[in-house]
């Protein structure tokens, strides 16, 4: 049984999915949780779930920001020290969709945006932990990247390439700190239950083209089996695991 008693976990976007699974399951395994959401009241229901399973409001707080926003940044992690002194596990999971568009139609505004959430944040939240976690010389992250992280035809141009660029900073972070005691891994979720296409418009030539290789994905996961696969690779017992890309999929991608 994995325990995270006496640390403390930062997961961003977690008021809804896949992150408010990770954060519920930090908790749940003893851990503290910084819950980030740029979604006030959504962070705020996902605290108030993990302080009545467990009867402690100290166990996680919640702390409204914006991934792609450099101030915003700064003031999660000094929220995040303030609250609880460090920062032991880092999950950067936040992360949006784009249109499905490919790359001759997407828009540059559309490419601007995922890119500055889904790599630009996941980056800006890294640099912005790392030097707490240096100082311990202790920490874990775990990235949530995607299929599209490996591979050309499972979502549009602007999300395959954050993805793929998700994946090159986590193998950039696990070889830089390898002897630091610091670990960084990469999860590759297959398709899942969550909220991600919440009120987005699909590019109906790019959807067409991209529903050959989604229907291989058509096996729909739970957000807590991505979390219990982050668990592990945020856990002591994943101790030599550095720079995996790990995917979590049901068997989707190894056809
Ligand atoms: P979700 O929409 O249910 O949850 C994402 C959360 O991130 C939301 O609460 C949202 O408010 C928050 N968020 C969005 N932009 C943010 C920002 N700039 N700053 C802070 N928070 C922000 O979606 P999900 O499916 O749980 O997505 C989590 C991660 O999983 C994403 O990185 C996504 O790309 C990845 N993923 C999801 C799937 C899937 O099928 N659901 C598959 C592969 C990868």
Redesign the pocket.
Known sequence: MTTFDDRVALV????????RAMAVAFAAAGGRVVV????QE?AAETVAEITAASGDDGRAVAVT????DEDSVAALVETAIGAYGRVDVLCN?????DSMALPADISPAMWDRVLR??LT?TFLVTHAVLPHMLRHRRGAIVN?????GVRGGAAGAA?TAS?HGVVGLTRSVAWAYAKDGIRCNAI?????????A?GATFDQAGAARLSPVLALGDQFAQ?EQ?ADAALFLASDAASFINGAIVPVDGGWSAG
């Open positions: 961003t976007g977690a008021g809804s999915g896949i992150g980030c959401d740029i979604d959504r920001a914006d991934i792609a999971n936040a992360g949006i969709i959430v889904n944040g949530t990247a995607s299929e599209a999300y993805k590759l979720p297959g398709a899942t239950l969550t909220n991600i919440e957000p991505m």
